[in-house]
Nanobody
Framework: QVQLVESGGGVVQTGGSLRLSCAAS?????????MAWFRQAPGKDREFVAV????????YYTNSVTGRFTISRDNAKNTLYLQMNSLKPEDTAIYYC???????????????WGQGTQVTVSS
């Protein structure tokens, strides 16, 4: 199983930016996986944010972040990224990276998960 570790979370003002990273332990496993970001706010279900395929690197975003967030991956560095711009208070959540077999927006389709990194957007 791929081991994933998120980083880059923090506190930012409304309208600010953050760049999240997710480091994977194995180059081969990471490169063959679909990768995604999910988030979870207190009292709410885990929510899909963005997904990226291995090749050609197709991406898909939930409507609420389209145009503001960009998912990318650097397979040579075994790292997944989420660039978050124009942040809003409703983006506040714990953000998790995930790896799985399928190009999907469903949490249950992903086999490996990180521990999460907190993102807080102040008004």
């Amino acid at each position: 199983q791929v081991q994933l570790v998120e980083s880059g979370g923090g506190v930012v003002q409304t309208g600010g930016s953050l760049r999240l990273s997710c480091a994977a332990s194995g180059r081969a496993s990471f490169s063959s996986d679909t990768m995604a970001w999910f988030r979870q706010a207190p009292g709410k279900d885990r929510e899909f944010v963005a997904v990226i395929s291995w090749n050609p690197g197709n991406t898909y975003y939930t409507n609420s972040v389209t145009g503001r967030f960009t998912i990318s991956r650097d397979n040579a560095k075994n790292t997944l990224y989420l660039q978050m711009n124009s942040l809003k208070p409703e983006d506040t959540a714990i953000y998790y990276c995930a790896a799985g077999r399928y190009y999907s927006t469903t949490p249950g389709d992903f086999e490996s998960w990180g521990q999460g990194t907190q993102v807080t957007v102040s008004s």
